[in-house]
T-cell receptor, first 115, second 111 residues
């Protein structure tokens, strides 16, 4: 079956611009996670959705970052007034109810480059 | 501060050989520990998940161990193959499904 998909695969933007990154989770997965991975580092947690609501957004670095999941499936990560430090690979993962041992399935990521 | 440290940072071994990757963590409250394999340019793929009460778990040629007392885990790869070349990331789950990722061990298998 289809895995987690993310679009675009690459995004190049200029400093100060607004970007949207999209994640399509595995069908039926109620939990959805966003992570940011800088070069040579492990992924860093940003936000976790259970259904339509953000169950935990403590990883969002500042108020320029915002994510939505209006219908409980597709999610969009929105970054306003991008800065060069936002350059990273943004990973999305989904899982079933999101219990302690549920496996998170990751998408291929969106590589964001802010010039 | 919740941290996950992995060693070595990188490792090169000959095809067919075994290797062991280490993970130490200072995470509380501990929920579970996961090992992921991440190929270059791809998202991580889960290898094993272990809860507090599990000491060892195997997945084909991968065997993970967990010592919750010393807060250490290892991933042993048996009879390595060229396709095992990847980054191996130790991830500790804590609190309400929060994950703290290690920086990974970059494994290279050479023929």
């Amino acid at each position: 079956g289809a895995g987690v998909s993310q679009t675009p695969s690459n995004k190049v933007t200029e400093k100060g611009k607004y970007v949207e990154l999209r994640c399509d989770p595995i069908s039926g997965h109620t939990a959805l996670y966003w992570y940011r991975q800088s070069l040579g580092q492990g992924p860093e947690f940003l936000i976790y959705f259970q259904g339509t609501g953000a169950a935990d957004d403590s990883g969002l670095p500042n108020d320029r970052f915002f994510a939505v999941r209006p219908e409980g499936s597709v999610s969009t990560l929105k970054i306003q007034r991008t800065e060069r430090g936002d350059s990273a690979v943004y990973l999305c993962a989904s899982s079933l109810p999101g219990g302690p041992t549920d496996t998170q399935y990751f998408g291929p990521g969106t590589r964001l480059t802010v010039l | 501060k919740n941290q996950v440290e992995q060693s070595p940072q990188s490792l090169i071994i000959l095809e067919g050989k075994n290797c062991t990757l280490q993970c130490n963590y200072t995470v509380s409250p501990f929920s579970n520990l996961r090992w992921y394999k991440q190929d270059t340019g791809r998202g991580p793929v889960s290898l094993t998940i272990m809860t507090f009460s599990e000491n060892t778990k195997s997945n084909r040629r991968y065997t993970a161990t967990l010592d919750a007392d010393t807060k250490q885990s290892s991933l042993h790869i048996t009879a390595s193959q060229l396709s095992d070349s990847a980054s191996y990331i130790c991830v500790v789950s804590w609190g309400n499904e929060k994950l703290t990722f290690g920086t990974g061990t970059r494994l290279t298998i050479i023929p």
